[in-house]
Every structure is written in structure tokens, then in C-alpha cells.
């Protein structure tokens, strides 16, 4: 079951009251800051002398598993912050089989759930209705799905599956208990403070199961703040020492706390001695869907949950806690720094997607999308059709452009038969997320798919810009094929479109998703605007523009969200909105390749056209030119600033520490006067230290780094213009 390539697991004597920090890889004082210098922090599998626990470690996290007389995590620590993130024990999982829950592992017996000690942890029984545990043993990190890296796309290559270990726990039912064993995966990755967990339910027996619930991890997290009355989490939820996502996402938000649902903080019943005098403090993790699985496993099969992926973010700056995060999402889904330049052709005839194919190429964008609107339908697989798009897919990757289109999925109606249904009216309508939506269970969904799936395969076509995708509803049809009833459709609808998203990134299908599906596949989501804002003055869009790329980049990586740039009109507005002409606007024009592409953030340039003078076309080509000579250090994290608002310079910090320009500042002056500032930059994360050059662009000069990795740069902008400094050793 784990095979003997796996990795090895190293014994350690624990002494009875040693702290789990002595694991990490070096002293705290020598220990390299792991978003400058991952390398040191390798994960490995300690196992105690005497067998009576595991331990997973990278230097960053800790996890031990008590192996005796069951198995319960009985620490995760933040060995970074010195800080213990469990006061309590909790199963390890729990199944919901045929109507009845199932504890997966676990130990019972703690009398205070404010901290677990290593004497209240020796006083711990197994608890005799519980799945235990029959098997243990390292196993190999797992991709969950197949990526076809585009490399043309990418700053930098990246590992896949990630580096790291696996363990893997093997459990049976008690006496009198349902013929079925479950395997609970533990995985821990190099060089940065995040696990991942997932269980599987095997049907040992010869009669078929239902999986009503389930749920993946249990925690009893250590409490954020001490809060006695009130709303407990007022001040405290943005500041969690864990923050967990899964691919089980969908809603619409374009966040992942907010399009996360099977992600819980709870309540925990059992927890009488805290602080809260209502008992209210959600500090109880939980990971499982709302609804369901609901699920039917036959005999020999094998049921696999969804993923949890669990980072260790003590710090309290922000800063360094949305760094953490872009890490983790680098590592976990590292197609999300595939960041081509794309354009969207307002017409999908072949004349003009012919003409955006040559306008393209001739400026350096790489990928040319049928927008919404233009006429592309993804869904008429008529023979003509498809040998039409071929011809043009043929002829974008001839002139080096990949070439896609937009679907609509969800926010729409199809009919009564195919729609979702609501469950407390038996008829669609008037629930869904978008009032209504086809259940992708109906006989329409699946013919959806499968067209979806048609028209990428024979026609070669690049990309999928795939709106309105499942937002998350259920459907109480019982007529549908691809689901039962209300109980599992859900899930189902879920894993159709995962499935979907999974198979396209293994055929190296570039997928814009206005969702948080990327751990399921998808390439890029929305930074985050209001698309009417693109219906008023140029001026106006420009600065919003910034505001939005600063804002959306806490938590996004820059090439994790895409923006808007209206080329021609779009929500209204008039000439006063649009840049076209292009030529009569070329100076907003570029206004926008220099917000945009000197944060390294890609947008939906929408129009007829990419250019409509040669003046235009050199500067478009300009623009993209420096913009792929400087990728990596562009796309690599930004710093944040100061946050525009029209009222002085606004400014960000490229930083990458690895890379021949190991930063890089990007500063607009929205001022109708030219100004000089002093910024003082922290470049320790750059892993610049003692002297560093910085390129002006019209000049050099080596500047000193204080004991803190900080520089201070004077530097004067133009008015209404913008400075971009290289940073080298």
C-alpha cells in the first residue's frame, strides 16, 4: 500500500516534556527567513524511539500523531513563531455511513480543552467505538491532477507534484461496524508551512454504501483572542494562526475565504472552560461539505474526498501573511503563474479573428480570446463549425498565438426539465445564486460537457474563458441523470465541473474562471472591480485601476487576477470612456500597458483592434517587449506601498530574491507636477544585503543597505507619468 520507494521515516527519542520546536532544521537564531531561502526546510517523517508517535516536519510546522493506544494529532505547532496551534484532541476524521457517523481515530478522555500536556496527553484512552487504525507508513506526495505546463507563459519553471512526504494511516471499523476502512493521507511540502490532508472510504464488503458526510479534519485550534462578550471573532478572524482552503470551492466571490464553503470555524461544544461567557468562540476547525457527499460506493470501489490544504500564518502583518498565502498557491497550483498577454476580439467571424490573430502577433500579445459577445458559441459542434475553428487555431499557433473563446455555464435558464429545482419549492427558480441556473446533473448539463470537451479536442483551440461556472447550487430534481435527489447534488455538480477543469489543465487548456477554482485547475479569476467603472472617464479608470490591482494582490498572486481595459465602449460611457481611436488616445494607452504590465497583472484588452497606426502599433510593441524582457522579476510578489488615491505618488515592490534583478519599484505620479520622494524600501526579502545598484533607467547609482535589508531611494516622476527602478547586487 505504500511502497518501498517511498520515504523513509527517521526515529527520534522524545523525552517525555520535550517541546516539538527543538524540530526545527536550525537554531532560531541561524534559521533563514523561509520566503527569502526555502531550501533549508525540508520536510521528513520523526518517528519516536519507542514507536509511540510520528512525527510530520519541515522546520516551519510541526505534526505529531500519537500512535498508542489510537492515533490523534496531539500537536500541530508553528515552529516559525514558537507557537502551538492544538489545545485539544478531535478524531481524525468522521464518516457518515448508512445514516450513521463513524469517529475515524481520536482519543477520548480530556478533562481541560484549553491545552493538552504531555501528562493529560498520557491519560488519554482509545475509544472503543472508533474506526483504529491497522496499518501506517510513508507514501509519495500526489498530483492531483495532470498539468501540461504552457512554458511560454511561465516566468519560471516549478516541481509538480510538489516536493515533499507523505503519510498515510489505515483504518478499520469497530465490532459491529460497516464493512468499509478508510485511509486518512497526511502531506507536508518543502520549504513552506503548509499540509495538506485527505481521507479515502474503501467498501470492503459486498453490498453497496451510502456516504452521507464526512468530514476531512477535525482541529481544536487554539483560540485567536480572548474575547468575553460580544461577537467573540470581532477583531480576531483576520488574524487565525491557520488558514485553510480545499478545491471544494465554488460561490462567486472571487475569494477564497468566501468561496470556500466545506472550510468551518465552529463552536466547540465540549470546550465548557473558555473565556467567551456565552461559550461562543468559533475555535473549533471543521472541513466537510454543507450537503452531502450523499454518495453510493459499490462494492470494491473507492471514494476519494476532497482536498484540505492547511498554512501556518502566525505572523501579524499583513504583509507577510498575504506572502504566505501567494507562496502556498504557487506551490499548491502552480498554473496560476501562467500569465499570458491576452486579447479580446470584439468578432468571432473568421475575418476578424484572422485580422486580431495578425495584429496580435505583430505586438507581441500571446493569446487571442473570442470574447463574450463576439458571437463564439461554444456550443455549436456542427461539423462546420468546428472545422472553421480548427483552421483558425491552425492558423493563431502558424503566427505564435494561442487562441480561445468564452462560455457561459451558469446565470442563465435553460427550461424547467433542466434547471436547478428548488428544494423547499419543487420548481426552479428564484434561489440559485443567480435566481437561475442549469443543473449541470441535467440532460443538458452533461451534453454541455461533453461539447465542451468535443470542441477543445478537435478543434486544438487554447483557452477557455468559462463564466457563470458552477456557483455552488443544489437541485432537488430527482429526473436528472448525473444526480439522485437535493442530498447529493451538490457534490455531483461539483465534481462534474472539477472534472472538467482537471481534464483541461492536463491538455495545457488556459482557463480564466470568475471563481476560486484553482486548486481544481484553473488559471487566473477576477482581481476584483466593478465592471461598471469601465463606463467612466479614462482619467478616472486609470487611477481605480491601480486601487484595484493594490487591493487584489494581498492575497493574489499578480498573476492570479485579471483586469479590464476597454478598448472600445463597454457599459456605456460614450468617447469620454474608450480609447478609441487609438491613435487620438495613445497616451492613456500606454498609461494603461504601465499600470498593468508593471504590476505584472494581465487584463481583458477588449476591442476591435490592438492598434490602428503604425505609431500605435511600435508603442503597444514597445510596451510588450519590455514587459517579456523583465517577466520574472514583474511577475514575481509586490510588495504594497503606498495605495494610489490621486493625492500623491502611489508605488509598488517587485520582489524575487533568486533572480538576476532581484527587484524591482514601479512609482506613478497622479499629480498635474512633477515630484521627488524619498521612499525608504525594505528589500530584505529581495535577499539583498550591505550595497545594492539601483537603474534608474537614464542612470545608476549604488546605493547603501542598512542592518534591516532597508534603501532609501530619492526619486522624481513626471507628472502623470511613472518611474519604473531595477534593483541588482
Not at 461539423?383 to 446565470?411: C, I, M, P, Q, W
Request: proline residues 7%; hydrophobic residues 40%; glycine residues 8%.
Amino acid at each position: 500500500m505504500y511502497g518501498a520507494t517511498m520515504p523513509s521515516v527517521r526515529r527520534v527519542a522524545f523525552a517525555p516534556l520535550l517541546s516539538l520546536f527543538a524540530l526545527a532544521t536550525l537554531p532560531a537564531q541561524a534559521a533563514p527567513d523561509w520566503l527569502v531561502d526555502p531550501a533549508p526546510y525540508r520536510a521528513r517523517v520523526d518517528s519516536a524511539a519507542d514507536g509511540s508517535a510520528v512525527t510530520l516536519t519541515n522546520g516551519l510546522v510541526a505534526r505529531r500523531l500519537r500512535l498508542a493506544p489510537a492515533v490523534a494529532t496531539v500537536a500541530f505547532d508553528d515552529l516559525v513563531a514558537g507557537a502551538s496551534l492544538l489545545r485539544a484532541v478531535q478524531p481524525e476524521a468522521t464518516v457518515t455511513i448508512d445514516g450513521k457517523q463513524w469517529k475515524v481515530g481520536g482519543l477520548v478522555g480530556q478533562k481541560v480543552r484549553n491545552f493538552l500536556t504531555a501528562e493529560s496527553e498520557a491519560e488519554l484512552q482509545q475509544d472503543p467505538q472508533a474506526f483504529r487504525c491497522v496499518a501506517h507508513g510513508p507514501c509519495a506526495v500526489e498530483a492531483p491532477l495532470a498539468w501540461q505546463p504552457r512554458r511560454e507563459w511561465l516566468a519560471s519553471p516549478r516541481a509538480w507534484p510538489p516536493r515533499g512526504i507523505g503519510y498515510a494511516f489505515e483504518y478499520v471499523a469497530p465490532a459491529g461496524g460497516p464493512a468499509a476502512t478508510v485511509r486518512v493521507v497526511y502531506e507536508l511540502y518543502d520549504g513552506i508551512p503548509v499540509l495538506g490532508k485527505r481521507i479515502e472510504l474503501r467498501n470492503a464488503g459486498d453490498k453497496a454504501l451510502r456516504l452521507d458526510a464526512f468530514a476531512a479534519e477535525l482541529l481544536a485550534v487554539v483560540e485567536t483572542g480572548s474575547t468575553v462578550g460580544g461577537d467573540p471573532d470581532v477583531g480576531h478572524r483576520d488574524l487565525r494562526a491557520l488558514h485553510v482552503e480545499t478545491d471544494y470551492a465554488f460561490g462567486g466571490a472571487m475569494e477564497a475565504v468566501a468561496d470556500n464553503p466545506a472550510v468551518h470555524w465552529e463552536i466547540d461544544p465540549d470546550y465548557p472552560t473558555q473565556v467567551h461567557y456565552e461559550r461562543r468562540t468559533p475555535c473549533l476547525l471543521r472541513c466537510s461539505p454543507r450537503l452531502g457527499p450523499a454518495v453510493t460506493v459499490a462494492p470494491a470501489a473507492t471514494w476519494h474526498s476532497f482536498r484540505v490544504c492547511e498554512l501556518a500564518t502566525a505572523s501579524g502583518d499583513r504583509e507577510r501573511r498575504g506572502l504566505a498565502r501567494r507562496r502556498m498557491y504557487r506551490t499548491l497550483a502552480p498554473w496560476v503563474e501562467e500569465n499570458p498577454l491576452i486579447f479580446h476580439v470584439r468578432q468571432a467571424d473568421s475575418p476578424s479573428v484572422r485580422a486580431a490573430i495578425d495584429q496580435a502577433a505583430a505586438v507581441g500579445f500571446e493569446l487571442v480570446l473570442m470574447t463574450f459577445g463576439s458571437g463564439f458559441d461554444a456550443e455549436d459542434d456542427s461539423e462546420a463549425n468546428l472545422t472553421r475553428l480548427k483552421e483558425l487555431a491552425d492558423y493563431a499557433h502558424g503566427k505564435g498565438v494561442a487562441l480561445g473563446g468564452y462560455s457561459l455555464l451558469a446565470s442563465r435558464s435553460i427550461d424547467a426539465a433542466n434547471d436547478v429545482v428548488n428544494v423547499a419549492t419543487g420548481k426552479p427558480g428564484g434561489f440559485a445564486r443567480y435566481d437561475n441556473s442549469p443543473c449541470l446533473g441535467s440532460e443538458w448539463g452533461r451534453r454541455y460537457f461533453a461539447k465542451l470537451r468535443r470542441l477543445y479536442e478537435v478543434t486544438g483551440l487554447d483557452a477557455l474563458e468559462h463564466d457563470g461556472n458552477y456557483p455552488g447550487d443544489t437541485c432537488a430534481s430527482t429526473t436528472h441523470p448525473g444526480h439522485a435527489a437535493h442530498a447529493d447534488s451538490q457534490w455531483t455538480q461539483w465534481e462534474a465541473i472539477r472534472d472538467l477543469y482537471r481534464w483541461m489543465r492536463g491538455r495545457g487548456i488556459y482557463l480564466n474562471v470568475p471563481d476560486w477554482y484553482f486548486l481544481s485547475g484553473a488559471n487566473k479569476t477576477g482581481m476584483g472591480y466593478r465592471e461598471t467603472n469601465w463606463s467612466l472617464p479614462r482619467a478616472d479608470q486609470l487611477l481605480i485601476e491601480r486601487q484595484n490591482v493594490f487591493d487584489g494582490t494581498w492575497t493574489k498572486a499578480v498573476t492570479m487576477g485579471w483586469m479590464f481595459v476597454p478598448l472600445s465602449e463597454y457599459h456605456g460611457g460614450g468617447p469620454a470612456a474608450t480609447i478609441e481611436p487609438l491613435d487620438a488616445h495613445l497616451d492613456h494607452y500606454e498609461a494603461r500597458f504601465a499600470n498593468l504590465l508593471g504590476a505584472g497583472v494581465q487584463a481583458c484588452w477588449r476591442g476591435p483592434r490592438l492598434y490602428d497606426t503604425p505609431r500605435v502599433r511600435d508603442a503597444v510593441r514597445t510596451w510588450t517587449t519590455w514587459f517579456r524582457t523583465n517577466r520574472p522579476i514583474l511577475e514575481a510578489d509586490v510588495l504594497h506601498g503606498r495605495r494610489p488615491d490621486g493625492r500623491d505618488i502611489d508605488w509598488l515592490l517587485h520582489v524575487a530574491p533568486g533572480l538576476p534583478t532581484p527587484a524591482m519599484l514601479v512609482v506613478h505620479n497622479p499629480l498635474a507636477q512633477d515630484a521627488e520622494r524619498t521612499l525608504l524600501l525594505d528589500l530584505s526579502l529581495a535577499g539583498i544585503e550591505r550595497t545594492v545598484t539601483a537603474d534608474f533607467g537614464d542612470a545608476q547609482r549604488a546605493l547603501p543597505v542598512d542592518g534591516r535589508g532597508r534603501v532609501s531611494v530619492t526619486i522624481t516622476v513626471p507628472a502623470r507619468s511613472h518611474r519604473f527602478v531595477a534593483f541588482r547586487r
